[in-house]
Structure formats: C-alpha cells, structure tokens
C-alpha cells in the first residue's frame, strides 16, 4: 500500500487525502516526525515540504499538482478533471489559485491570532517533536515562532496588508456559498480538480483553524458542508452529472482569481526574469512588499499558459470570450517569455522537486 508522511494539520496532505479517498485509492497515514521532514524527505524527493508518498516499489513523490496527475493515470475511472476541455482548464486555474494565492490568508489566520496558533503549535509539536528531547514549551514557541516568522512576517502581510489578506477569505466564503445553495460541488453533482484544489486551504486551515472556522460556521454553512461532503465523497457513490458549460455564479470567482492569483503571479515572474530575491506588487490596490521570489511558481504559470495553448481551436473560441470578460486571458498571457528553467519539470513528482519557497528559516 502506499505511504502519505504528512501531518493532519496540513494544507496540502488534505488536499492529497481528499483525492485519494474520493477516487478510493487505499493508502497509509504516516504521521511525519520533524527528522523525517528535515532530513528523510528532503534526501528522498529534493524538498522540505508534505506530503510525501512512498509507492510499494521504493520510489518516492512530492508536490499535491502532479501527484494528482500520476494518480489520474493510473487510475483513470472516474476522471477528476471533467470531459469539457474549457471546464478542465478551469479547474486548473482553480486548483492553482487555492494552492497558491490562498496559502497566505490561510497562514495569516492560522499564525496571527493566539487563539489558532497555540493551539496548531501544540498539535504540530506534539506530532513533529515527539523525537526531540526539550521541554514541550520551548518546542510549541519554536514551532510558532517559525511558521509567523517565514509565511506572514516574510510573505507581506502587514498592518497596511491585513484587511485585504482577510478580505481574500471573506470573499471566498461568499462567492462559495452563493454557489453551494445551488448545487453540492463547484462544476455539479460529483468532485472535480477545483473542489480538490480548495479542499487544501479550506479543509485543514479555514474549516478547522478556530478563528476562520468560526467565520465559516456563522456565515457560510453551505461552504462547511461542502467541505465535509468532499472529504465523505466516494467515486463508487457520489456520482451524478456535471453543468453543462460555465455556470454564471462561477464568473465572480474567476474574475477574483484573475486580478489576486494571477497578477500576483506575473509579479513574482517579473521579479524572477530580474533575478530579484525578494520583491513587491499591488493586488487590487494594495500594496505588498518584500515577498519572497519563487522559481515554482514561475512554473506555475508556466504550465497555466501550457494547458491554455494545448486547448483546441473550438474550445479556445467558446472559452475567450469567458476569459476575457473574468480578466483572467491578459494576465495569464502577459508574459509568456518568462522561463522558470525548472529542470524536473519533465520527471515530477519523481525525482529532485522544487519547494515554493527556497528559503526557509527553521
Ligand atoms: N506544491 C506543494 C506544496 C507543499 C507545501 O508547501 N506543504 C507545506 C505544508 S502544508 C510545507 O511542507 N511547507 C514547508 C514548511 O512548512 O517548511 C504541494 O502541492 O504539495
């Protein structure tokens, strides 16, 4: 059976358990001890990150986006991306957007507010420092101080940032919501790559972190059943069809995506093509500074662009029009010249992976 290291405080390793169990794919649970994310895992897949998974054969994967690929092929039935090519392209945005955009509110709400960063500090060192043999105090400070200081303090959120950060949410939940009144799924009646995508902020961090849990339960009930309906959805049960073309209560999200997600992205290529560490962007008139450079997430837009030129002819005409009126086409297509020069784009999620950000302070 194969292995998942991770831990069941994370984004990511939710996102991963929310697929395998939708598409019935037996695996372990292996809580991840703090030598195996330091050492064993980065020896392993070439990054510090979870999860990980261990395959029967001895061969090790990372990274939640081509994970799920592989998976998809060998495991075709039922597929989690739909049959319509424009619906598929949208997931992929999606899933991009919650991977990546969303990570930041998600961490802000779990590491600014005492109330969610006690309580994730003592079950991340309980889990994690089970090994190390220091008072129980020091470790959860450790283990506080670091996630605050690398993904709020060093990814600009600030007091001039802070509302916008937590507007990023608050949006979410009502452009979700309006959606989950209507029918159970983002694209109808069964889970695809979009659902799977927002499973990892929305399930580990906003459902159960106890401040943005609190916020979903009083005002979006639909969204914190969703979550729960995903993580009980069963391929061999929860079938039923998907809408036809692109629903209209979509389109606020999209246009949310576009000008968040990916003006954010071009930024970050920007500043990776100027060879800038570290740099700025305004995202719907805020003003974020010294955000650390990521060479995956020029890849990231990268494989966007990929996946919208491998479209064809008659798809790309019904899908244009969408784009451009959501702003997502000039955006995703602003700077198609710059390369992330990632040299395991080929072999992933075998092989020496790239952890989004390179710099880490433990
Ligand atoms: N792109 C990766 C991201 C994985 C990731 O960033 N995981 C987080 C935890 S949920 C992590 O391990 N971060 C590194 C750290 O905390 O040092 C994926 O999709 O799996």
Redesign the pocket.
Known sequence: MLKVY??KV????G??EAYLRYKEIPYEFCPMTGRE?MRTIPEKTGA????AVELPDGRWM????P?IDWFEAQHPNPPILPDDPAQAFLCRLIEDYA?EWL?RPAMHYRWSYPLSSKLLARQISDAMGREINAPGFLKRRRTEKR?KH??VDRDGVTPETRTHVEGSYLKLLDMLEAIFQVRPFLLGERPTLADIGLM?PLFRHFAMDPVPGILMRENASGVMAWVYRVWNARASRTGGDLVSGIPDDLLPLLRELAQTHLEALNANALAWQAGDARHGMTIQGTAYRDIQTSQ?RVWCLEKLQAHYHALDEATRTGLDPVLQSTGILDPLLRHSEVESKYANAESAPFGKSL???AE?RN
């Open positions: 991770g831990l994370s984004y990511f390793t996102k991963l994310f510090m990150q979870m999860p990372t990274d939640t986006s994970m991977d990570w996630q690398n993904f990892g995956y952890p989004v950000f880490i």
